[in-house]
């Protein structure tokens, strides 16, 4: 018998022609039913959206709005001066106070709409925004990183002046636009919850001293060296990049950022930071840690040691 003996006759297969061809006909609807069965899926979450979206419609529905041309948020002033301690929020307390719930119960029912005033209106939405970053970051804590937070400054949207509006949304598209560049201090009225950010006031921000709060804002942010450094050895002038990505706000008036922290500087260092051998950058890293009050004690607890481990007496 030849080598070839084994092999099936012309024409004859293992399947057979008819089973070639029901294999191939469950195969095509098998591809059907999963691209049916994602299409449906698809929809279906399309759908939980728009019955979301439907029932955060209806819920701003039963909101009683005022609009009021200006306005001193109550419940949002009584939780600052009882939870900001050391120009940062004791989270651990706040979790367990009503205020928040009642401060948010606040701006969902008050508009800005009737403020004429440029002041008030930048004044409300400031105080707004600042309450929603200490919102979202008490319902996460003990979270100790700003980034922890996700995406939750653009998904999750709380009831203002009857609208569902996200925290980014209020800063890109409420809050900037009334920014004034012949003011840019007025930026540093502008929480955003880490330690990195200006820190917060222990009152809401109003238009009577808002000069006033917004100069000193900047002052804290300019000393603290981890958002500006001066190092003489390695000829080096350094500023965290808060204030990069801020830039524009200060070209009018002070030509840079770094000039606008130059003019915060004594004498002295602003001699040495003229010289031409020293290198000017955003070179400091950002600060995400959360502005939270117990952690902030432990880190400045911790940097103490430090200084006496290299500091022996």
């Not at 999963?34 to 929809?43: K, R, V």
């Not at 922890?148 to 509006?165: C, H, I, Q, Y």
């Not at 880490?194 to 100069?215: F, T």
């Not at 995400?288 to 481990?309: F, G, H, M, P, S």
């Amino acid at each position: 018998m030849s080598n070839d003996s084994w092999r099936p006759f012309a024409g004859e297969h293992l399947l057979g022609q008819s089973g070639v061809e029901t294999l191939a006909q469950r195969n095509s609807l098998l591809m059907k039913v999963i691209g049916l069965s994602i299409l449906a899926i698809g929809l279906l979450l399309v759908g939980f959206q728009l019955v979301g979206d439907g029932f955060e419609s209806l819920e701003t529905l039963f909101i009683k709005v005022e609009t009021p041309t200006s306005y001193r948020f109550r419940s949002y002033s009584q939780l600052l001066k009882e939870f900001v301690k050391d120009n940062s929020v004791d989270y651990a307390a706040l979790k367990k106070s009503p205020l928040l719930k009642e401060s948010m119960k606040e701006i969902a029912h008050i508009s800005p709409a009737k403020m004429i005033d440029d002041k008030e209106r930048l004044a409300y939405w400031l105080n707004v925004y600042n309450l929603m970053m200490i919102k979202e970051i008490a319902d996460r804590f003990p979270i100790t990183d700003l980034n922890a937070l996700g995406n939750d400054p653009t998904r999750r949207k709380f009831t203002v002046g009857g609208e569902k509006l996200s925290s980014q949304f209020v800063q890109h598209d409420k809050i900037q636009p009334l920014f004034n560049d012949n003011f840019p201090e007025e930026i540093f009225l502008m929480c955003g919850g880490a330690m990195g950010h200006p820190a917060i006031l222990d009152h809401p921000v109003v238009p009577d001293r808002m000069d006033k709060d917004m100069k000193e804002a900047a002052y804290r942010w300019v000393i603290d060296p981890g958002n500006v450094n001066l190092d003489r050895y390695k000829s080096r002038f350094d500023i965290a990049p808060y204030l990069q990505w801020n830039e524009g706000l200060f070209e009018k008036r002070y030509g840079s950022a770094t000039d606008f922290v130059i003019s915060f500087l004594n004498p002295d260092a602003q001699e040495a930071i003229s010289s031409i051998t020293i290198l000017k950058g955003f070179g400091l890293p950002f600060n995400w840690t959360v502005n939270d009050y117990a952690l902030k004690k432990q880190i400045e607890k911790a940097r103490q040691e430090k200084v006496k481990e290299l500091n022996p007496s």
